[in-house]
């Protein structure tokens, strides 16, 4: 089974319609119905009801069936014994088994067309940054030389080979010339000169730039390619979209079902000629849009085996029209889709981005070249080599330990308000011890040194105003003495105390100094967190930029290139603004073809840039608006105002 995207609506839709048109035409179902004499084969009649069930939507709603599994259930119609004319019961259930057999060929046709415009997409923006960038062009220049040296080395042979026959006649039919080697040596080096320059001013030109010229030019007609694919698919899905199973059975009133019962038959047989026309021509890229429409409505009015009206008609052939149609069916799942998918792969292979090999052809060359060479370095130097790897792990674990870890751990100790954390620039005590050795100081020295006017010892009272002093830095008595000492300091030094100040004074100093420290101390202690977090930013850092290189190394190619999920969602929407504004809605107000089926690819592929990009418990929503993009019952104006939405509404996940 393969999983519905953006034509899942579009297909369950119809499925619900068809459902609700055997309800109004009140078919019972085998099951239901009562009655054996009206029944025909039952074993038939049981298959035929299994194979609906299986291709039913409502038993597997978000899936579409395998082209294996559609044809198995349309060999149910072809299995029977065509001899004898079937029940009512039983043309009824292979009618519906067609229509859905169609339903469900009509959603692979579109699925596989709109994943086909998908790599076109991306064909086209790596076009347009070679095309955009004199390094891309001569890049692609670079990568591409060794395709074009072989192509003109078959022309140049071809060629060479034609003119040397040519040659070699014409000096025959000439009499009296003997032909020596030599001539023919002199003959042939002038035909491979002549045609060496024909072809390489043919490819290169006479300029130095030409070259690069020569291959840009090949970049844009291989661009013009691919968006002429991408045109043709859109063109494809829009009338498939607009003409293709238009089932509305709630505009019909009790009153008129009898009358249109098997309308929707109708609508099934030209539906499938459509299919088909589609599928056929949607690969010729030699044709615009216009002719394109032109050839597939065309091909419909030239199908005369598959009418289903009852106008003209024998009365056994609408019992044999489920079988052709059945058949046609069959030709389209073996034949034109098998076929459309090899035609779509070979267009991709020639106009799309080059292959990997013509890509990396160089790198693999060195590689493969130097593979010997680099094999003997690794066996002479493998003890270097293994110090070398031995190193890198250690030095990745201890940059772990030292740079991740550790300052983990202390920015956690400093919430915890651990003691052994904190950030100090001395130790806690010796401010204290410091003070208290120059309290002890000041007063020793005062004890020693009276004062000369009343010349008594210190109390008790005394001694505490000094320490008290101290403490706010007032060292009066030891200055005065310096002072006394300073007027003869010869003397105060030999047999004075001009010294012990002095050295008293640089206690003093040390004290300041180290009140000073304390204050910085605390201010570190204050903001001891934010430098635990400094200390971690460069190893989380680190980390993290490790991280997101490996996690870009590792996503898909068409992710690591200029236009990454953002951009690719931006130009999207680009492209639906631009299309839904400059389209030309006719008169009730409907899009082109080719517009609407533009429309849809730009959808498909905002989807899937949403579905990686944005939220899981907002992506319902996303796909609301999307629903209101698509919906060309609203009108442009409103188109437009839910692309807007779009933009403005999820642009944290999308810019």
Not at 273 to 291: E, M, S, W
Not at 307 to 318: F, I, L, R, V
Not at 493 to 518: F, M, P, S, W, Y
């Amino acid at each position: 089974m393969e999983r519905l995207g953006a034509s899942s609506s579009q297909v369950r839709t119809i499925d619900e319609q068809l459902d609700r048109l055997q309800l109004n035409t009140t078919l019972l179902s085998p099951a239901d119905d009562g009655s054996t004499a009206e029944t025909g084969n039952q074993f038939r009649v049981l298959n035929l009801t299994q194979a609906i069930k299986s291709l039913s939507m409502a038993a597997s709603p978000h899936k579409l069936r395998s082209t294996n599994a559609l044809w198995a259930a349309l060999q149910t119609i072809s299995s029977g014994d065509r001899s004898t004319a079937p029940s009512p019961t039983e043309q009824e259930l292979e009618w519906l088994l067609v229509g859905k057999a169609t339903i469900q060929l009509y959603g692979l046709v579109i699925s596989a067309l709109l994943k086909q415009t998908l790599p076109l997409s991306h064909d086209i923006w790596y076009w347009d940054s070679v095309l955009g960038s004199k390094f891309n062009a001569g890049l692609y220049a670079f990568q591409s030389s060794p395709q074009y040296l072989w192509q003109m080395s078959k022309d140049v042979y071809q060629d060479v080979q034609q003119q040397s026959c040519n040659s070699y006649h014409r000096v025959c039919n000439e009499p009296g010339v003997l032909d020596t080697i030599s001539r023919r040596w002199s003959r042939f080096y002038q035909i491979l000169r002549k045609s060496i320059r024909r072809r390489s001013l043919t490819i290169w030109g006479s300029k130095p730039i030409a070259p690069l010229m020569r291959f840009r030019a090949d970049a844009r007609a291989k661009q013009n390619h691919v968006k002429q694919a991408r045109e043709m698919s859109a063109c494809g899905i829009g009338i498939l979209m607009d003409e293709c199973l238009t089932l509305d059975p709630d505009k019909r009133n009790d009153s008129s079902i009898n009358d249109h019962k098997d309308e929707w038959k109708v609508v099934v047989s030209k539906s499938i000629p459509l299919i088909d026309a589609v599928i056929r021509n949607v690969t010729a890229i030699d044709q615009d849009a216009g002719n394109f429409e032109d050839t597939v409505f065309a091909s419909l009015e030239d199908e005369s085996d598959i009418d289903t009206s009852q106008k003209g008609s024998t009365d056994t052939e609408p019992m044999r029209r489920p079988v052709i149609l059945a058949n046609r069916l069959k030709g389209i799942l073996r034949e034109s889709l098998p076929t459309h998918k090899a035609v779509s792969i070979s267009l991709a292979a020639q106009y799309g981005r080059p292959s990997r090999f013509v890509r990396y052809w160089l790198p693999v060359s060195i590689m493969i070249l130097s593979a010997s060479t680099t094999f003997r370095f690794a066996v002479r130097h493998k003890v270097q080599i293994q110090t070398w790897i031995s190193d890198l792990g250690t030095t990745v674990l201890d940059f772990w330990t030292n740079w991740v870890l550790e300052p983990s751990k202390k920015v956690i100790a400093t919430i915890r308000h651990d003691e052994d954390s904190e950030i100090a620039i001395m130790s806690r005590k010796s401010l204290e011890g410091d003070r208290a050795s120059l309290e002890r100081m000041v007063i020793d020295f005062a004890m020693d040194n009276p004062d000369p006017a009343t010349g008594q010892t210190l109390n008790e009272m005394e001694m505490s105003s000094i320490r008290a002093k101290v403490k706010e830095g007032d060292l009066t008595p030891v200055l005065k003495a310096y002072e006394r000492d300073l007027r003869r300091p010869l003397v105060g030094t030999i047999g004075g105390n001009l010294v012990r100040a002095l050295l008293i004074q640089v206690q003093k100093t040390k004290v300041d100094i180290e009140v000073a420290v304390g204050g910085i101390d605390s201010l570190l202690k204050s903001q001891e967190l934010v430098f635990g977090f400094v200390g971690l930013t460069p190893g989380i850092l680190v980390c993290v930029a490790i991280g997101r290189w490996l996690k870009s190394a590792f996503k898909a190619p068409t992710d690591r290139t200029n236009f990454g999920a953002q951009g690719r969602m931006l130009r999207v929407l680009r492209n639906i603004d631009r299309l839904l504004s400059t389209s030309s809605p006719s008169n009730n107000r409907l899009l082109t073809y080719k517009e609407h089926g533009l429309l849809l690819c730009e959808v498909y592929e905002l989807r899937q840039c949403g579905q990686r990009m944005i939220p899981n418990e907002l992506y319902p929503d996303f796909l609301e608006e999307v629903n209101d993009l698509v919906d060309l019952r609203v009108g442009v104006e409103r188109q437009l105002r839910a692309a807007n939405r779009i933009r403005w509404a999820y642009k944290k996940w999308l810019f």
